[in-house]
């Protein structure tokens, strides 16, 4: 029994709308599609490409959002001194709040303040910082502070324990 043909012309995927079938290529013979992004470059896209999320926009459009992050950008107190740009690699100089400039390799400037002189008030890798009677501190140093882990409040945190109880309820014992 022969599979029935998707369509998929005019579909939106990110920034890319599909247009006509070009091909099909590979072991799966999976379509290749002439794709219009939203700036108006056309490109042929492989399917595995766009479903998967790996391509989004054409390199114009990313080329641009990447520009955003020049010297003198702004972002949560944290201000770029510095880019340097290597080949498609980029070294942010970046000042924290406290006047600290660290070094980040290929990542945009998110956090405000410096592990070095503010433990504790660097985000989570999620970004999260949790305020509790005037303290702020991520989970891992609100873990060492209370005795315990870090994976047991985020557990208490999603099981929908306000914050007070889940910070202030001492860790048990068997």
């Known amino acids: 029994m022969k599979k029935k043909k998707i369509e998929r012309t005019g579909m939106r995927l990110g920034s890319w709308t599909i ?3 070009l091909r099909r290529v590979g072991k799966g013979h999976q379509p290749v599609y002439l794709c219009r992004c939203d ?3 056309e ?6 490409n766009l479903c998967s999320g790996r391509s989004t926009r054409c390199s114009e459009c990313k080329r641009k959002a990447a520009l955003k992050y020049v010297e003198g950008f702004k972002d949560s107190g944290a201000e770029i ?6 080949g498609r690699h980029r070294t942010f100089y970046v000042r924290c709040a406290c006047g600290t400039i660290r070094i980040r390799k290929n990542a945009a ?9 503010h433990p504790g008030l ?8 949790y305020t509790l009677y005037g303290e702020t501190h991520n989970l891992i140093n609100w873990g060492k502070k209370l005795g315990v882990g870090r994976w047991t409040l985020q557990a208490r ?10 910070l202030s309820t001492p ?4």
């Open 81 to 86: 001194v510095r880019v340097v740009e290597r």
């Open 19 to 21: 247009g006509k079938e």
């Open 171 to 174: 860790r048990m014992t068997p």
């Open 109 to 117: 400037p998110v956090s405000r303040h410096c592990r070095s002189c």
């Open 157 to 166: 945190l999603n099981r929908g324990w306000p914050l007070d109880v889940a």
């Open 43 to 48: 490109k042929e896209v492989h399917w595995t």
């Open 122 to 129: 660097e985000p989570d890798k999620y970004g999260h910082l």
């Open 39 to 41: 700036c108006g470059t």
